[in-house]
């Protein structure tokens, strides 16, 4: 065996490997929340009209800025910096100056929120009793994000499974009944959620064992700083996203009115929580490994770039299929009142796309700490996408969201791709594009020939995907002989 052969078992093979044994362990949870968030669709259009879904998408992006700003942050910095504190035995220290900054920062959010409270009313178009729940659930919501991230952090994959899945149902079964036996329109699911979640918390509690390290002692500065060094700019960083992909409902519920703020959140709900889902399986299990192997001196770029070609193998056919069936996704899964969110699929589809991809590209900067090239990207990108909503929704309507969506989303990876750190620069996997490529072309041949057919279109999709990676898999297949 050469040198060259050992230093690539070592460096891409080995992790690539245990990174696989971690996805196998993580996929249930991921998959099971993409059937959950497929599920809720269908479920929430039928018991709930335009008007008050658009009520319950905008609650939520007003649930999701909260929390991108006061306490999401933090359980990703638990994350960055978890290994590093375990290395040198400080964990309770570390996991208690954690839970002091959650507390800390949600005392601020309540007194701005009391302060501004009526700003927050006109601005985001809630009611004051939504809005006083939206902050009564961002307590169990900020401590079960802090906790996943522990759990992360301490590779407990099965830990993490059992308490995704177990939220899915919960959430669901709860929502379902407060609207069926008390008629509370949009705020039957918020609900649902608080309850489901905080009964979720009791169970991460135990699974992460955070009671055996915690430490109620007075933070250390020495420790609070990387966390917020680290931590804002990716705050900074998620809210220039969130004017990217969730703006859209405030922009057109001010222009158009809470109805078709409901259809916008309907295709949202169609393509970003199902598709980021099914595409964060990758992500999910390598991102702590990769830290790991970085933390070890190990030069993490060809890892990086063989989860990339992974990535792009399960990505592509999919974004297709929610291209070309568009119409039918929508009418398999969201009651008729909801049929015109057909339009906006393949744009957030492909938005999906490019959004997920920089997950890739953007590893350089969490590795080598520099977040604030990736917040200034961020910031770029949602200043250019808060701008296009805001032009596009008002001349264009849904077509407006989707355009304003898409191009945002490809000019942010665009500049992950330009702006690089030095010897972790991302490394576009050429040879697995080019059998995505060999594989899709005889697909795109059968769907041409099927599409007007006869056949439903739930088994055309069934029959272009088992054509796509049954080619996949005879050209691997054929490639791994001929290297014999």
């Known amino acids: ?25 993580y996929a249930p949870s991921k998959l099971f929340g993409l059937l959950g968030n497929a599920v809720i669709v269908p479920v929430y259009t039928n018991l709930l009209p335009p008007s008050e879904y658009g009520i319950y998408a905008v609650a939520l992006a007003v649930l999701s800025f909260l929390c991108i700003l006061f306490s999401d942050w933090i359980g990703l910095s638990g994350l960055r910096f978890f290994r590093q504190h375990q290395i040198t035995e400080k964990i309770p220290d570390y996991l ?39 902050l009564v659930l961002i307590i169990p919501v900020a401590i079960r994000a802090l906790l996943f991230q522990v759990l ?29 036996f008390f008629n509370l329109g949009a705020l039957s699911i918020l609900l649902g959620m608080f309850l489901s979640i905080t009964i979720i918390d009791i169970l991460l509690v135990f699974q992460s064992d955070i009671l055996k390290y915690l430490k109620f002692e007075i933070p250390k500065f020495s420790m609070i700083k990387p966390i917020f060094m680290y931590g804002i700019p990716i705050a900074a960083a998620a809210l220039s996203l969130w004017a990217i992909n969730q703006s859209n409902k405030f922009i057109t519920s001010h222009f158009y009115g809470l109805k078709e703020a409901g259809l916008v959140g309907v295709a949202y709900n169609m393509t970003f929580p199902i598709l980021m889902t099914l595409f964060a399986i990758i992500t999910i299990a390598a991102y702590p490994r990769i830290i790991n ?14 989860m990339t070609g992974y990535y792009l193998l399960i990505a592509i056919p999919l974004v297709l299929i929610m291209c070309a ?54 910031v770029w990108a949602g200043i250019a996408g808060l701008v296009l909503n805001i032009i596009l929704i008002k001349k264009l309507g849904l077509i407006g969201v989707g355009i ?34 060999l594989c899709l072309i005889p697909v795109i041949g059968v769907w041409y020939v099927i599409k ?11 029959i272009l995907l088992t054509l796509y990676y049954g080619i996949f898999w005879v050209i691997n297949k054929y490639k791994k002989h001929s290297m014999e």
């Open 1 to 25: 065996m050469t040198e060259e052969v050992r230093k690539y078992i070592k460096e891409v093979e080995i992790p690539v490997r245990e990174i696989f044994k971690d996805m196998a362990k």
């Open 96 to 134: 208690s100056t954690l839970l002091f900054i959650m507390c800390s920062n949600l005392c601020v959010m309540y007194v701005l929120a009391f302060i501004f409270r009526k700003h927050f009313y006109t601005y985001f178009s809630v009611s004051p009793k939504i809005f006083l729940f939206i």
């Open 152 to 180: 992360r952090a301490q590779i407990k994959p099965g830990a993490f499974t059992i308490s995704t899945i177990i939220n899915q149902i919960l959430t669901i079964v709860f929502s379902v009944l407060i609207i069926k």
């Open 293 to 306: 192997l970085y933390e070890d001196k190990i030069d993490v770029r060809p890892v990086i770039s063989k």
């Open 325 to 378: 069936y568009s119409q039918e996704l929508i009418s398999i899964f969201a009651n008729s009142k909801y049929n015109e969110a057909h339009i906006l699929l393949p744009y957030l589809s492909f938005a999906v796309f490019f959004m997920s991809l920089t997950d890739y590209t953007t590893m350089q900067y969490h590795l080598s700490k520099k977040t604030y090239i990736l917040t200034t990207l961020k």
């Open 404 to 437: 304003a969506t898409l191009a945002s989303s490809i000019f942010y990876f665009v500049m992950t791709i330009i702006v690089v750190v030095p010897g972790l620069e991302w490394k576009i996997p050429y040879k697995k594009i080019i059998r995505i490529v």
């Open 452 to 462: 007007n057919s006869s056949i439903f279109a739930w088994i055309q999709i069934i």
